[in-house]
C-alpha cells in the first residue's frame, strides 16, 4: 500500500507539508484538506494519506497552538473540554475507515474519502464564504452567531467559562462539536472544518480564538489517533516526516501573520481554499467509481482530463493559500510599523 519515492515526490511532500504548516498556523485547521488530497494526488491511498497525516498533524499542532498561546489567542480549557469529545469521535472514525477498507479496498476508500471531502468542503466553504464577506464590509468587530447568542442562554448544568474566548456556556453544547471534529479528524484527517466553525458558531467564540484553540484540539486527538492508526500498520512513516518538516516552519510563519489580519481574512483564507480543493477532489470521484464498476469504465482522453483538473485545481488551492497569507501578512507588517513609527513621532512632538 506504499508508493515508491522519487526525488521529485520528496520535493512536493517538503513544499506541500510547508503551504500545509503555514494554512494550519493560519486558521487552526491542521491543513489536512490541502495535504490528505495532495498525498492522494501523488499516490497514496485514502486510508494510508489520513493515518499519515493525522500522524504529522500532533507535533505540528503542538507548535502551532503554543505559538498562539504565548500570542493569548488560544483557549487551553476550551480546547481541553473539546479534546475529550473529540477522542471519541476520533475511534468512531476510525472504525468506520477500516470497515471501508476491509470490504472495498483502497478504490473504495478513495471514492469514501473523496466524496466526504467534496460534501464538507462545499457546505462549511460556502457558509464561511459568506460569512467572511459580511465582515469585510465593515470596521466593526465580529459578533457571535445569534445561534451561538442563543445556546449561550441555555442553563445547564455544568456550566463552564471560558476566559480566553469569554464565553460562558453549557459543556453540553461542546460535545456534539467535539465529536464530529474527532469522526471527521479520524475518517478523512481533517477535524478544523468542524471544529472551528463551531466553536465560532455554535460556541461562540472569535474566529482567531477558535483557530488557536482548534490546535490544541488537534494535538491531542492527532496523538491519540496515531497510536490507533500505528497499530493497523497504515501510517507511511516518510511521508509523515517529510511533511512534518515543512510544515513546522510553516505552522510558525502562519501563526505569526494571525497577528496582523482581521478577524474576516482568516475566514476569507479557510473558504477559498475549501472551495477550490473541494474541485480537486470533485475530478477524481468518477474515476473511483469506474474502479468499483459501479459506472462505465471510463475513456482514457477522460481520465487524463480529470486527473489534470485535480492536478491544477489543487495547485491552484495551494497558491491562493500562499498568496492570500503572505500578502495579508506583508501588509499587516508595513501598516504595524507604520502605526508605530506615528506613534513614536508623536511622542517626540508631544515631549516637545
Not at 288 to 308: C, H, R, T, W
Amino acid at each position: 500500500m506504499f508508493m515508491d519515492m522519487t526525488v521529485t515526490k520528496i520535493c512536493a511532500f517538503l513544499v506541500i507539508g510547508l503551504i500545509g504548516g503555514l494554512l494550519s498556523g493560519f486558521i487552526g485547521s491542521g491543513g489536512a484538506f490541502v495535504l490528505t488530497p495532495a498525498m492522494m494526488s501523488l499516490g497514496a491511498p485514502g486510508a494510508v494519506a489520513v493515518a499519515s497525516n493525522m500522524c504529522h498533524k500532533f507535533p505540528k499542532a503542538m507548535v502551532g497552538a503554543y505559538k498562539r498561546w504565548k500570542y493569548g489567542q488560544a483557549d487551553l480549557k476550551l480546547g481541553l473540554v473539546m479534546a475529550v469529545t473529540a477522542i471519541i469521535g476520533v475511534q468512531i472514525g476510525i472504525k468506520i475507515q477500516k470497515f471501508i477498507l476491509d470490504h472495498w479496498g483502497n478504490a473504495g476508500s478513495n471514492l469514501y474519502v473523496s466524496v466526504v471531502f467534496v460534501c464538507v468542503l462545499l457546505f462549511v466553504g460556502a457558509y464561511v464564504l459568506m460569512d467572511a464577506m459580511k465582515g469585510s464590509k465593515g470596521n466593526a468587530e465580529a459578533k457571535p452567531s445569534k445561534l451561538a447568542i442563543s445556546l449561550q442562554k441555555i442553563n445547564l448544568w455544568p456550566m463552564m467559562e471560558f476566559k480566553v474566548a469569554q464565553v460562558r456556556i453549557s459543556a453540553w453544547i461542546t460535545i456534539p462539536v467535539g465529536l464530529l471534529t474527532g469522526m471527521l479528524a479520524a475518517t478523512i484527517a481533517v477535524g478544523g472544518f468542524i471544529g472551528v466553525p463551531g466553536m465560532i458558531y455554535v460556541v461562540g467564540a472569535s474566529a482567531l480564538v477558535s483557530s488557536a484553540t482548534e490546535l490544541v484540539v488537534a494535538f491531542i486527538m492527532g496523538a491519540w489517533g496515531s497510536i490507533q492508526w500505528g497499530i493497523s500498520g497504515l501510517i507511511d512513516i516518510r511521508m509523515t516526516l517529510l511533511i512534518l518538516a515543512g510544515s513546522l516552519i510553516g505552522v510558525q510563519l502562519g501563526a505569526l501573520g494571525t497577528t496582523y489580519v482581521k478577524d474576516y481574512m482568516i475566514k476569507l483564507v479557510m473558504s477559498a481554499v475549501m472551495l477550490i480543493v473541494a474541485v480537486s477532489r470533485g475530478a477524481k470521484i468518477p474515476g473511483y467509481l469506474a474502479d468499483l464498476n459501479l459506472i462505465p469504465q471510463l475513456k482514457e482522453s477522460m481520465v487524463f482530463g480529470l486527473d489534470q483538473i485535480s492536478f491544477w485545481a489543487l495547485m491552484a488551492a495551494l497558491a491562493v493559500a500562499g498568496i492570500i497569507i503572505s500578502v495579508a501578512m506583508i501588509k499587516g507588517m508595513l501598516q504595524a510599523n507604520a502605526e508605530k513609527q506615528a506613534q513614536v513621532v508623536g511622542e517626540a512632538v508631544n515631549h516637545s
